[in-house]
């Protein structure tokens, strides 16, 4: 009796039990998030480096939890993931940033808007469709959107990627791979691929210009783009001594606080109507 009480005593870790209850208790709330309307994107702005031009912003999801105040992706995305909410919070997503793009073009603001999209949503069957057939609900036009998907989301079976993101660039979207440098991408395979920006990872962009390793892999990234036609971005920019350096290498596009935070739908007009 003792041996199993021990066992038992080890099976009701209350770490791990509690970590459990934690992802059980975040699951029904996500879910009840939906319904409530308690999901928000802010937006984060794009520069063209060469003029200092809005040329985008980036969907951001936030959730205003009834107790826990605003709460960040990292904080429920993963539990989404794992309980298969991904996929209805996704298209949440994308139907808001729809909707806010058709309000922008409205007023004469021709923003692209780009979403993330989850690898749960790239691989849903029917899921080109299914975004053919918002667009057409929301009166909007492809082109008003950009996806950003992860090297590994485009590393799986070479015609089947390639087939999905023709469909997507037949709506009008414009693909943009996330994240650049932490994956595993061959440049043989991503050249195969119509990629229209590729976007430098913080951590990269964090460690320029004192850091001769990141120094080279940005430049290499950006020389890359130059070859291939495609639009590089760097993401995470925070300081001026890292601007300067992208500015001087010819990286496009920048984002990062040293531009803007990520902003709410009034907050980007008033932030973009003072520049
Ligand atoms: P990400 O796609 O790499 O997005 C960039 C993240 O960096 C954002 O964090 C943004 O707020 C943050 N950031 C922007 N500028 C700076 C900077 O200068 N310095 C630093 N340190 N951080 C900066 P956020 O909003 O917390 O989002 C985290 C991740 O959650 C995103 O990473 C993305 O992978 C995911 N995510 C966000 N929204 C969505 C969504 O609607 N759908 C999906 N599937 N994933 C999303
Ligand atoms: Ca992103
Ligand atoms: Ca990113
Ligand atoms: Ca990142």
Redesign the pocket.
């Known amino acids: 009796a003792k041996a199993r009480g021990r066992a038992n005593v080890q099976f009701f870790d209350p770490v791990v039990a509690s970590a459990a209850y934690d992802a059980l208790v975040v699951e029904s709330q996500l879910a009840q998030a939906l319904e409530t309307g308690a999901f928000e994107?802010?937006y984060?702005p794009q520069l063209r480096s060469g003029d200092g031009r809005l040329v985008g912003v980036?969907?951001?999801?936030?959730w205003h939890h009834p107790e826990r105040g605003l709460l960040?992706?990292?904080d429920f995305?993963p539990v989404a993931e794992e309980r298969r909410l991904?996929l209805p919070?996704?298209q949440w997503?994308l139907r808001e940033a729809m909707r806010c793009a058709r309000r922008w073009h409205a007023q004469g603001l021709e923003l692209p808007i780009s979403?993330?999209?989850?690898s749960m949503?790239f691989q849903q069957r029917g899921f080109v469709d299914s975004l053919a057939e918002l667009l057409r609900q929301e009166q909007v036009n492809g082109a008003w959107l950009e996806l950003?998907l992860t090297e590994r989301m485009l590393m799986d079976d070479l015609d089947e990627v390639k087939a999905t993101l023709a469909q997507l660039k037949a709506l009008g979207m414009r693909i943009s791979v996330?994240?650049f440098g932490t994956g595993y991408s061959s440049l043989g395979h991503l050249k195969e691929l119509p990629i229209d920006k590729v976007?430098i990872?913080?951590s990269f962009v964090?460690d320029v210009p004192q850091n001769a390793d990141a120094a080279a892999i940005v430049q290499a990234i950006v020389q890359l783009g130059r070859s291939l036609g495609m639009t590089v971005i760097a993401?995470?920019?925070?300081t001026e001594a890292q601007e300067r350096f992208l500015r001087e290498l010819g990286c496009e596009e920048l984002?990062?606080?040293?531009i803007a935070?990520?902003l709410s739908e009034a907050d980007l007009q008033l932030w973009a109507s003072r520049r």
Request: net charge negative.
């Open positions: 994107l802010h984060q980036e969907a951001l999801i936030r960040l992706p990292d995305i991904m919070i996704g997503v979403v993330n999209l989850s949503q950003e996330d994240d976007k990872d913080r964090q993401e995470g920019v925070e984002q990062g606080l040293r935070p990520p």
